[in-house]
């Protein structure tokens, strides 16, 4: 039997060109594969390279600096030397401990109306469209109203300022995160609570609250992670200060105050070399607390159980 | 009733059988002697394919053929060789069969998407671009100021030496300008668009994928004529709230851009955007600036609520509408 490699000659196979199944280069659409294949490859490689840039310059330029001095010491003058951040380091804490302070306990509560209201339910739906939108609200527009609302109204750039300017920008983050975690809760355990002879009031603050904590934390934590790192809310809200939070044992709480962010801001426009560094260590610092936030968050919520 | 099974799973559900007339006029059972009784007459050609059709022989079984495997020509891996030649030798024996079955189902099985990535890479890679999004955007000011601007500026200024007369190089890049502003702004959207994008992607019935791996088509006319189309909507809302975020960035464009309240067609040349002139402004504001600042702000405010609910809008209808395809 002659037959030509790769064809067949009898069999129900007749004239099926069999290397023509084979995979093979020269081939239109896999040639076309293999180039967009590369082409999706160089593309994701090229997205990180910018992140390992930043990763790599902070520990360069910010990581030699990294000292104890560094956390102590207040801001220096132009020509100074040395120097440290300990009072933005402070500043940053306090004006983000009062951002969370308000919008936990609005942000949860308002989760914990919208995850039992009924689909129907509109002041539910509006607020859950709002909340999406405030997700996308440009952070200057936060310090706008905080200048608006707080600095205008009091006279003076304070902490409070900022810390509500920071409060608008975590609280959507918090809201939907709680709602999701609440809704997550399986409607056994509510049915349960209620066929206990529960109130809706006790079966909200025993039952889905308890259940859905790891994924209230979460959302918290992001949020004070998205928060600490931002800088437009608090440049007219708490401004800057060299000068500690509480000094001469009182507290300076309707004063400017520093913070981290707005530290970087203005050392990095500086032509002095030793606060240019600073502002490389101070955001070393920064990226370093935002992650820790960010990783502890995703921890909390990888551990949780599920029902 | 006579129904025609293969051997292994008749064998496996203990289902009874028919004995079969053969050419020699034989009854014979279906066994495995019988089995290799058939097969022992054919002889196989170059190209492996074979029929046997009614062989010879008195204890041949008359309904018996030849399974194949499609294997690479070549394996760079001795191991995987030599596990793979371990599992043939196996799967010849009659046993092997059923725990070859076993083997391929599970295969297939843990391997439902079959354009995915393997897992670690695709986590990795999640994990570097939720990194990439929780650096401030004043670290990236910062990195812009002192890294993009002094590597880009060189070319720029090449360019605007040979090419000046071209009103998009019309200036050199002096320090801050709209081009590094527009680098690193698209670095910071880059972690929104992906994020939108995977989910729109994700969401794609795995249905549809299987269809056109069905019908022949490759991964990659899959993810360009199913895959893509399937997920336009939700992609393209992430785009349109990406922009909404840009549009709101400040600390970035407040450091790279320049602050200089003008427009110039130059790419090179210093420029302004509302909300770095806001970040700029505020803090020194005296009483006649503070309105004029507010007012700028509200303009701000109205663009980018509507751009994001625009956004926001659009990937609610996109995923009722894959939801629908499900």
Same mark, same amino acid.
């Given at each position: 039997m002659a037959a030509t490699p790769g064809s067949v000659s009898s069999g129900p196979f007749e004239g099926v060109d069999l290397d023509g199944l084979e995979r093979s280069l020269r081939r239109p659409r896999t040639l076309v594969g293999i180039i967009l294949s590369g082409i999706v490859t160089a593309m994701t490689l090229l997205a990180l390279i910018p992140l390992f840039s930043v990763v790599f310059m902070l520990a360069c330029r910010g990581g030699h600096r990294l000292s104890l001095a560094l956390l102590t010491e207040l801001p220096p003058a132009p020509l100074e030397v040395g120097g440290g951040f300990g009072n933005a380091i402070v500043g940053t804490f306090f004006i983000v401990g009062i951002a969370t302070l308000l919008s936990v306990p609005v942000g949860i509560l308002s989760a914990a109306y919208l995850a039992q209201a009924? !689909? !129907?339910?509109r002041l539910a739906s509006a607020v859950r469209f709002a909340g999406k939108v405030l997700t996308g609200f440009p952070s200057i527009l936060a310090g706008v109203f905080a200048y608006g609302a707080v600095v205008l109204s009091t006279g003076t750039f304070s902490p409070l300022a900022g810390g509500v300017a920071l409060f608008i920008l975590m609280l959507p983050t918090v809201m939907l995160t709680a709602e999701d975690a609440i809704r997550a809760v399986p409607a056994k355990m509510k049915e349960a609570a209620i066929g206990m002879g529960a109130t809706s009031a006790q079966t909200t603050w025993m039952v889905l609250l308890p259940t859905a904590l790891p994924g209230l934390l979460t959302g918290v934590m992001l949020a004070v992670a998205r928060a600490a790192g931002e800088t437009a809310p608090l440049l007219f809200t708490a401004l800057f200060s060299?000068?500690?939070?509480?000094s001469h044992g009182q507290w300076n709480l309707m004063k400017p105050t520093a913070s981290l962010a707005v530290l970087i801001y203005n050392f990095a426009?500086?032509?002095?070399d030793n606060q240019v560094e600073l502002a490389w260590a101070a955001a070393l610092v920064l990226v370093l607390l935002v992650l820790a936030a960010n990783v502890a968050g995703r921890a909390l919520s990888r551990g949780q159980v599920r029902y | 009733m006579i129904g025609y099974v293969e051997y292994g799973y008749a064998k496996s559900q203990n289902l009874p059988f028919a004995l079969l007339e053969n050419k020699a006029g034989a009854f014979v059972a279906a066994t495995s002697m019988s089995g290799q009784a058939a097969l022992a007459g054919a002889q196989l050609p170059d190209n492996l394919i074979a029929w046997v059709s009614d062989?010879?022989?008195? @204890?041949?079984?008359?309904i018996v053929t030849y399974t194949w495997v499609m294997l690479y $020509? $070549?394996?760079? @891996?001795k191991r995987k060789l030599d596990t793979l030649k371990e599992l043939f030798t196996l799967a010849e024996g009659f046993l092997g069969q059923a725990v070859y079955r076993q083997l391929r189902a599970l295969g297939l099985e843990r391997?439902?998407? /079959?354009?995915? /990535?393997?897992d670690l890479v695709e986590e990795t890679l999640k994990n570097l671009i939720h990194l990439l999004a929780a650096i401030p955007s004043v670290v990236y000011g910062l990195w812009g100021l002192f890294v993009v601007i002094p590597v880009i500026r060189p070319a720029c200024n090449w360019l605007h030496l040979k090419m000046g007369w071209l009103p998009l190089f019309g200036? @050199?890049?002096?320090?801050?300008?709209v081009l590094p502003a527009v680098i690193v702004l698209s670095i910071m959207i880059l972690p929104t668009i992906t994020a939108i994008a995977t989910d729109a992607l994700l969401a794609v019935p795995s249905k549809l994928r299987m269809a056109a791996y069905g019908l022949g088509a490759t991964r990659w006319e899959t993810i360009i004529g199913v895959i893509l189309p399937t997920a336009a909507r939700g992609i393209f809302g992430g785009v349109v709230l990406a922009f909404g975020r840009a549009l709101g960035e400040t600390m970035a464009l407040a450091m790279l851009?320049?602050?200089?309240n003008q427009i110039n067609v130059s790419l090179f040349s210093p420029a302004n955007t509302l909300a770095a002139l806001l970040a700029n402004s505020f803090?020194?504001?005296g009483p006649k600036q503070v309105p004029v600042l507010m007012y700028a702000a509200l303009v701000l405010l109205a663009m980018t609520l509507v751009v994001n609910i625009l956004g926001a809008l659009l990937l609610q209808r996109a995923s009722a509408a894959t939801k629908g395809a499900r």
């Open positions: 009924s !689909e !129907e339910n060299n000068y500690w939070l509480v426009g500086m032509p002095f | 062989p010879e022989g008195k @204890d041949a079984y008359p $020509k $070549k394996y760079g @891996d391997r439902p998407g /079959l354009a995915r /990535l393997p200036t @050199d890049l002096a320090g801050p300008g851009v320049g602050n200089a803090p020194e504001a």
